[in-house]
Structure formats: structure tokens, C-alpha cells
């Protein structure tokens, strides 16, 4: 039995078993990504749901603050649930808290302490509104506190306090989008209270979106944003989890490093095994141990960039991927040999098909070894050199009968492959039909529309097995379950 030729197999499945590693790493890490996702957005729109319900029933439905006050409550709920969805969504922890207890601060965000003012009476842009608190709290500010006003309010304030006095000369004198006036009043506010513009902030959303006629639009226009927030993540996920240039590099380095010091290693045994001490090593061994190992890290280089490509690219078994390298090596050599005259025709022909056969049991052994050893790397070796083993065995020693009977258990397990090939095809389809029936129920049950997410919960329920006399799926059954 060949020694050399069983290790040098089973260094090439090993280069292929780490490249298909290195692969199942990052689908796994797409899988786990996706599947934390789908918390995250399942998570944010649970907090807008909860946030819009709590404006409805607390706010709207009690009138609570009346006709001119109402608008401020929810302003206070909608910068919660907006903003600790926009941090769920995308794997964050939620960030603001809510007082609500008519005190002088409003929100809490981590050690922030906020105070909202939405007022558009008078075109102040809720600087007088901010003015007051402030003399209510005088200290308010100097212990480290913030003003939040509506977004449209700020930007606007932004605009005046960077605008020059020539051009706010030119401006209307009191009306208009801009006027002198409000030019004025911005830049005596922050002079007279002495207010640096950073303790003013503003809200995620403008005055007009905080309105009880207005605000189920802006929460429905969050809810798509955080959708297109969703779909970002999962994208970025992916494009991580792709093969890269980077990763193939270090593919084809490795695979040159490990082969050319197989090589070396392999060469030095080899002369030290004909007699000679690697003492006695002259300066032409030293050179033909120095090409051997050249030509061994070339190799590697070509087979690990080869192999990358292939399983990254085509749908191409890291075993397979590492025996086609192998063979294209050895039928490229056989080609040489042929067009020298050193073999003739029918030699190259005969040549290259035991090559090729080599090469099919060596993946082959590797494919079975990693199944029945689920370990990376060691269960392609150990498959590669017992089927390599046993087969040089056969193909040395055994007699004809007993190597019919070799060829024959190849031939089933060659057939064997192609089966579980075409049934592991099968079962993925039928997991990918699977999993697009799950995610348009689940669509579905997360629906904006209530009447259509109950609907869609319901659907869901039964589809994932639960009794129809436990599914909430009529007005009478919920009365019963929260009241009863």
C-alpha cells in the first residue's frame, strides 16, 4: 500500500473539509442573524403597537389634557414607542422612559431627563413655552436637563440662530414662513435666558404628527420605516454572510502553506527512507527538496483558491471540489508526459481514468467520513484514509473477485450519494415551501390592519397545530378569555 499517496489524500481533504468549514461558518452566522432579527422585529412593533394603544385608550378616549392639551400627552408616548422601536429594531435595548406623573420632567433617556414642550400658539415655536418652565425650575437646566420641541420647531430655530442680521433684515417684517420677527424673538430668547442651544433638542416628530386626528398616520408611516429598518438588517446580514475576496485569500494561503509543507515533509521522508540521514543531505537534495515543496505550495495556492470558488460559487461538495483539483493536477501532468512522448495514447488514457478514480474515492470517502463523524476536518480525514486505504488495498492485492466486490459497494454508494443528493433537494424545497407558507401567515398576523392581524393570527395558530378551542377566533371567545 502507498504510504505517501493515503496521507498526501487525505492533506488535500483536509485543505477542502477547513475551506467547507470556514463556509458553514458563515451560513450559521446568517441563520442566527436572521433568526435574532426576526425577535428584533417582532419586538419593535410589539412596542409601537403597545405605544399607539396606550394613546388611544389613556389619551384619546379619556381626553385627557383637552382640546389644547391632548396633543402634548401623546407627543410624550410617541417619542417612547418610536424611539425604543428604532433601537429594538435594529438589536438595541429601549431607551426612553416614560414619567408621567405632571411633574417637571417628562422623559427619561439613560440619564437624560427630558421636558417636552409642543406649543404652536403664537408662532413662538415652543420657545416661550420652554420659558416658562424655566422660570418655574430655574435650576432646571444647570442640573443637567434638556428641552425637547417639535422636530419642524427645531429645525426652524436652527435655521434662525445661523442665519445673519443683513439677511434677516430682508425678511418679511411679521409674516411668512420666515419672518424678522421670529428671527428676533429666537435670538433674544437664548441672549435673555442665557440658554446654550445644545440644551435644546428635537423630537422625533413634528408638531402636526402629534395631533389625536393625525397621529395613527404617523405611527403607520413608523411602522413602514421600521419594515424598510428590518429588511437593512437582513440585508447587511446577508452581505456579511457572502464569500470574500479576504477570506478566499486566506483560503489560498493556508491551503499553499499546509501543501508545501506536506511537501517538504513528505520529500524528507521519502530520501531519509532510501537510506540516506538528513545530515548526509547535499546541496542537490536541498534543491530538490526546495522544488518539490515550491511546486507543493503552488499547488496548494491553486487548489485552495479553486476549491473556495467552487463551493462558494457552484453548487460543488468541499470533497468533490478538493478530488476535481486532484484530478485536473494529475490528468494536467499526465497531458505533459503524453505530449513529450514519454506515454503513448492508450497509457495517458488509462493513466488519467485510474487518476480520476483515485480522486473519486478519496472524495467519496471524505463526503462519508464527515457525515458519520460530524466533526470539521477530522471526519473528512478519517473517511479519506480509511476508504483510501481500503481501496489501495483492493486495487494491490486482492483477487479479482473480491475487487468485483469493492467496485460493486463503490457503485452502491456512488448510487447511494445521488439518492440522498436528489433527497436532501427534495426536503429543502419542501422546507423552503414550508417556510414561505410560515412567513406569509406570519406576515400576515403582524398586519397593520386589525381586523386582518387577527385574522392572520388565527390562520397562524392552526397552522402551527393549536386546538381550535383554544384560538381566540371570535368576539366572544376574547370577551370570555380577559374577562371571565
Known sequence: MNAEKV?????????????????????????????????NFATAMETIETAFAAIRHDIIFRNRGGDKGMHGFIAEIAECGIANAR????????????????????????????QQKFVQAGGHLSLRAVAEHLRRYPEYLTEGHKYQIPKDHYDKIMTYLAMPADVANKLPTSTGEFSLRQWKEV?????????DPSKLEPSILEYCDVQQDAIAAAFDREKGHLQEADQEQRDTAYQESRPTLAEGLKATTTAAAIEGATTFVMTVVRKYKAGKKIKDFNQADWMEIAEDSGKGTIKGGVRG??????????????SVASAITTAAFGVAEQAHLFRNGTIDEVQFIENSEILCL??????????IGQVLIPVPVLGAVIGNTVGTMIYQVGKESLSTKEKELIERYLKELTDLDEKLVTEYGQYIEQLNHCFAEYMELLTAAFDPDIK?????????????????????????????????
Do not use: C
Not at 431607551?95 to 439613560?110: A, K, S
Not at 479553486?306 to 468541499?318: E, G, H, K, R, V
Open 87 to 114: 433601537q429594538q429594531i435594529v438589536a438595541k435595548s429601549a431607551i426612553y422612559v416614560w414619567i408621567n406623573d405632571n411633574g417637571p420632567d417628562d422623559l427619561h433617556r439613560g440619564a437624560d431627563v427630558i
Open 187 to 195: 435670538h433674544d430668547f437664548f441672549e435673555i435666558n442665557g440658554i
Open 305 to 318: 483558491a479553486s476549491i473556495y470558488t467552487l463551493t462558494n460559487y457552484t453548487a460543488t461538495p468541499a
Open 358 to 367: 483515485d480522486a473519486s474515492v478519496s472524495a467519496l470517502s471524505s463526503f
Open 452 to 484: 386582518k392581524a387577527l385574522d392572520g393570527s388565527v390562520a397562524l395558530a392552526r397552522y402551527m397545530g393549536v386546538p381550535d378551542k383554544e384560538i381566540l377566533d371570535s368576539y366572544d371567545k376574547i370577551v370570555n378569555y380577559f374577562f371571565e
Open 7 to 39: 496521507v498526501k489524500s487525505g492533506q488535500e481533504q483536509a485543505v477542502g473539509a477547513w475551506i467547507n468549514y470556514l463556509n458553514q461558518v458563515r451560513l450559521d452566522r446568517l441563520a442566527e442573524a436572521l433568526s435574532k432579527q426576526n425577535i
